[in-house]
């Protein structure tokens, strides 16, 4: 799809941002697990899609599940139906998700009495599952490699008869979505501690009758600073967000200061905005450890405009849909920007005139796209298989043609 530039003749948008897919699966694994739990402005996502399916079909006896690329879907899964007697199932995604590790998930549910055996290779899906009803209480887990291995087993402690406690070995990373999930077990009356050592779950059999209403996606939202960033001024409303999110990519706000942007939350909105001629810095530094999924729009954003970045806490990049660090250098070098990367940081030295008409290939990765297309506001260039998106926001594309940019196939 070729991306081009024409100024709207409006500087002021409304943007409708589809559900978090975070919490989207956090809940849909909570609400497997308590049936009264009703959920509103669930994400439209492809891995909240294949989520919602993947449970709906447990009741029809199914022998395969396929969550194609989503992560989430895989590891919550994986621990989930584990925790289930009498069920055999195998779960599998795509080619990619073959690639992604598993093992330290698969080992924790070993521990605690679940039976999972490798299908193809060691510590990586797809995964035979032999469902049982799980008696420990307590497992210790690498903190290090991915969150959503801990997520995994947080969502179905309630449902073991003594709770679980979880023990965190080395530094946490990605530290926000644990939080998340600590939050979306309180909100339906499970009880949490949180500590930098260890989590306790609580078990709980029933929760009182309630309703939760997803926020709105801030990793979505990102794209937006990021084409308000590279735009001369603006302002856009977007929704439904709140202030005190429990999204840990809602930093992008904070972030985006640093852009010229501010941020207002007002009614279940935020507006961003920006005035005409602000300064940019000449060179930013952050650590990402926390927002690993904003790395890819803000490094885009500075190549844009033309501002040296130092970017570390990168180091779960090169497991998530590609290896993000490889294809981020890749893809930015072709505008005649220079990048190095380690196994943990990207380092970009930028390039005032950028070349034109680079086509930016997307390794099957939705942030790839939508990370490279608000750069259609300074050169024209060409996104290849754009659909990628709907792995976390499908009307991405028509939401970024309202403000100007032009989508040719
Ligand atoms: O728990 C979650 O919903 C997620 C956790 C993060 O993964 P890691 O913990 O693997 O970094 C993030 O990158 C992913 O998009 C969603
Ligand atoms: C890494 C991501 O997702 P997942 O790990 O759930 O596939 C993402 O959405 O950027």
Redesign the pocket.
């Known amino acids: 799809m070729k991306l081009s530039f024409r100024q709207p003749s409006i500087s002021k948008f409304n943007l409708q941002i589809t559900g978090s897919?975070?919490i989207s699966?956090?809940y849909l694994i909570l609400k497997a697990q308590f049936p009264n739990l009703e959920l509103s402005g669930l994400s439209e996502s492809d891995d909240t899609h294949v989520l919602y399916k993947a449970i709906s079909t447990l009741d029809q006896k199914c022998d395969e599940i396929d969550i194609h690329h989503a992560?989430?879907a895989m590891r919550f899964l994986t621990a989930y139906l584990s925790s289930l007697p009498n069920l055999e199932v195998v779960l599998k995604g795509s080619k990619r998700m073959h690639e992604r590790p598993i093992g330290i998930l698969v080992e924790a549910m070993r521990e605690l009495g679940g039976h999972l055996e490798y299908l193809g290779s060691e510590g990586f899906p797809p995964l035979k599952i032999y469902g049982k009803s799980i008696q420990k209480n307590k497992i210790s887990i690498p903190a290090n490699?991915?969150?959503?291995y801990i997520?995994a087993l947080m969502l179905i402690a309630p449902s073991f008869k003594n709770g679980l406690t979880i023990f965190l070995e080395s530094k946490i990373?990605?530290k926000p979505?644990l939080l998340?999930?600590a939050q979306a077990l309180r909100s339906v009356g499970v009880e949490v501690d949180m500590h930098e050592e260890y989590i306790r779950v609580y078990p709980k059999t029933k929760i009182e009758p309630k309703t939760i209403a997803v926020e709105s996606d801030w990793?979505s939202a990102s794209y937006f600073y990021s084409c308000l960033a590279l735009m001369d001024h603006g302002e856009f409303e977007l929704s439904t967000f709140q202030k005190d999110s429990l999204q840990g990519d809602s930093k992008v706000a904070e972030f985006y200061k640093l852009f010229g942007i501010e941020t207002q939350f007002k009614a279940g909105s935020i507006f961003i905005s920006k005035k005409a001629g602000v300064m940019h810095p000449k060179k930013i530094e952050l650590d990402l450890n926390d927002t690993?999924?904003l790395a890819q729009t803000i490094a885009v954003t500075c190549l844009g405009l033309d501002i040296a970045c130092d970017l570390t806490g990168l180091h779960?990049l090169k497991?998530?849909e590609t290896d993000r660090l490889v294809a981020l250098k890749t893809e930015i070098e072709k505008f005649g920007a220079e990048v190095e990367i380690t196994s943990e940081s990207l380092k970009l030295s930028p390039k005032a005139n950028l070349k034109e008409s680079v086509s930016v290939k997307t390794y099957q990765d939705h942030r790839m796209a939508m990370a490279f297309a608000p750069l259609a506001i300074k050169v024209d260039l060409e996104i290849l298989d754009p659909e990628v998106v709907s792995k976390s926001f499908p009307d991405f594309w028509e939401k970024i043609k309202v403000l100007g940019i032009q989508q040719n196939h």
């Not at 490699?145 to 959503?148: A, C, G, K, L, T």
């Open positions: 897919k975070s699966n956090r992560g989430t490699v991915s969150s959503q997520t990373t990605s979505y998340m999930t990793s690993p999924d779960t497991v998530k």
